[in-house]
């Protein structure tokens, strides 16, 4: 996609999710990933930041459609502050739902929501290091939840590979589940995805149609959310950060993109488009 171009969907219901987008904005939901979509994937998360002119673009879009949306599995706060979002004007109409949903920001009012941590959290975290001894990964604790990530180890996919069983096993006995990402595999409480995040946040705001755009396995969930939206008459399009890592997700897109940098330009493309 060239520099402020509409994309062409490679789907009809692609094709019929962005015309509806831009036949009436004020009614569209823009939802985004965070890390891989808005943000380059970096060895240690603590690094990563959004693109540099992705708060630019967001806040060109975000007056011409009823809400932004941005749907991670990071704490909302971390989001925001790695995004900044809390200090630009004009995103009054952005929302951060974190941990796949279960956290809410609101740029209107600046503060988090959120419910009690589930208490398997607290002894998985005391059991991983024994478990993780000697496996050259790293943990991110994100509160909520916990995160293994195998970049750094010296074969990543093996220790992805070799990892899953023990971490799942681990996850079940305190009633946690494991999301698996792009070298990364985190332990987190079931029952919140960023499917049900998306089709309950479009539900609220009562979104005419829906733009999803991600880059990793925990993404498929929104995905399905907006197949599910489309067969009930919200038109939707699916929009892939393209990845080698993650093929499903590229697959099943309508539109995909070269990475952060690509997400950007299709954001700057739809203001300009919109006027």
């Known amino acids: 996609m060239s520099a402020n171009a509409l994309p062409v969907p490679v789907t009809k219901a692609g094709e019929d999710g962005l015309a509806a987008l831009l036949a009436d904005p004020g009614k569209a939901l823009v939802a985004l990933d965070f890390d891989g979509t808005l943000a380059p994937i970096v060895a240690d998360p603590e690094l990563a930041r959004a693109h540099p002119e992705a708060l630019g673009a967001l806040v060109a879009l975000a007056p011409k459609v009823a809400a932004i949306a941005v749907i991670t599995g990071r704490p909302a706060e971390v989001a925001v502050r790695n995004g900044g979002f809390a200090d630009a004007p004009g995103l009054e109409h952005l929302v951060v ?12 009012s600046g ?3 959120a419910p009690d941590p589930h208490p398997g959290v607290d002894a998985v975290r005391a059991e991983l290091p024994g478990l993780l001894e000697g496996s050259g990964t790293w943990v991110e604790d994100k509160g909520r939840a916990v995160a ?3 970049r750094r180890a010296a074969d990543p996919q093996a220790a992805f590979e070799a990892l899953r069983e023990p971490l799942t096993g681990l996850a079940t006995r305190h009633g946690l589940i494991v999301e698996p990402g792009r070298m990364v595999l985190e332990l987190r409480p079931p029952g919140m995805d960023k499917g049900v995040a998306l089709a309950g946040f479009a539900r609220e705001i009562g979104a005419g149609s829906v733009l999803y755009g991600g880059d990793d396995l925990g993404d498929l969930p ?3 959310a907006v197949d599910t939206l489309r067969t009930s008459g919200t038109p939707g399009l699916l929009v892939c950060s393209g990845s080698d890592e993650v093929t499903e ?3 099943r897109a309508d539109v995909v993109v070269d990475g952060p940098e690509g997400v950007v330009g299709l954001l700057r493309a739809l203001a300009d488009f919109i006027g």
């Open 97 to 108: 739902l974190g941990h796949y949903g279960a956290e809410r920001w609101d740029a209107r």
């Open 111 to 113: 503060e988090v929501t």
């Open 148 to 150: 293994v990530h195998t």
């Open 222 to 224: 929104a995905y399905s």
């Open 249 to 251: 997700l590229r697959e």
